[in-house]
């Protein structure tokens, strides 16, 4: 049975990075193959990984649409959208990748999006361990595209503003009343050993499990800023280590 991890937070604070560094460390602890799911239609994921996405779950949901309302198929609806997202499935040496693409432009999609959890669910038990890129926000959670999660890691930055957006996501989760096992808080680009005053006071609020705060990192910021893979990354990064003790504890 496979745990999903999900990642979520508001925009820019660093989730993309830390999908790709939690992924790179379950493929060099042996928890692997892990399926990577680039839910953010802005996010880069394959790039953060070092592979090409040359099809989306969106484009192909939109192709079958298209082509059903055109009578051009010779299989069933079903089977066509099935053969389509397993289509933009981007397999990697210890990891495979789907990205969702675009959101649902005009049109009712709730056929094609009621085929697509099936299939994400079908995808996801062949793989010990499911790491969920999310868009900023709980969207995709909300529209249970995905099953309920094992562990829930909100990101923020290290501002006041930033962490306190956490407690109002957590407090979303619990409206949406979403279903999961651990919750993790991550506290990204900190200036000091020590946890911000207002990272406390969230986990106190929201009673998560865990706290990391990842100082900043200049290695990580080289990389970014030439779009090398993340999975390149040296061992004794400081942040990895940090991420190794996240996996660690799984």
């Known amino acids: ?45 394959d790039m953060a990984l070092g592979v090409t996405v040359t099809q989306s779950v969106g484009t192909a949901r939109e192709e079958v649409r298209d082509r059903t309302q055109a009578g051009n198929t010779g299989i069933s609806k079903t089977e066509m959208l099935q053969m389509k997202i397993a289509e933009s499935l981007v397999e990697s040496e210890g990891f495979d990748l789907i990205s969702m693409g675009r959101p649902e432009g005009a049109g009712c999609y709730c056929y094609a999006n009621s085929v697509l959890k099936t299939v994400i669910k079908e995808l996801s038990n062949q793989y010990p361990y499911v790491v969920l890129d999310n868009e900023a926000g709980l969207e995709n959670l909300s529209r249970r595209i995905v099953a309920d999660v094992d562990v829930l890691v909100l990101v923020s930055d290290a501002s006041n503003a930033g962490i306190r957006t956490l407690e109002r996501l ?44 990842l100082p900043y990192d200049v290695e990580i910021a080289e990389f970014a800023e030439s779009s090398r893979p993340f999975l390149e990354i040296s061992k004794d990064n400081a942040v990895l280590r940090q991420i190794n003790d996240f996996v660690q504890g799984l």
């Open 1 to 45: 049975m496979s745990q999903m991890i999900a990642i979520s937070g508001k925009g820019g604070v660093g989730k993309t990075t830390l999908s790709a560094l939690i992924i790179k460390q379950l493929i060099a602890t042996g928890k692997k193959p892990v399926l990577a799911i680039d839910a953010d239609p802005n996010s880069c994921l």
């Open 170 to 213: 957590h407090a979303l989760a619990l409206e949406m009343k979403l279903k999961y096992s651990k919750l993790v808080l991550v506290i990204n680009r900190t200036r000091s050993e020590e946890p911000p005053e207002a990272a406390l006071e969230a986990v106190a609020t929201t009673g998560a499990d865990a706290l990391y705060c």
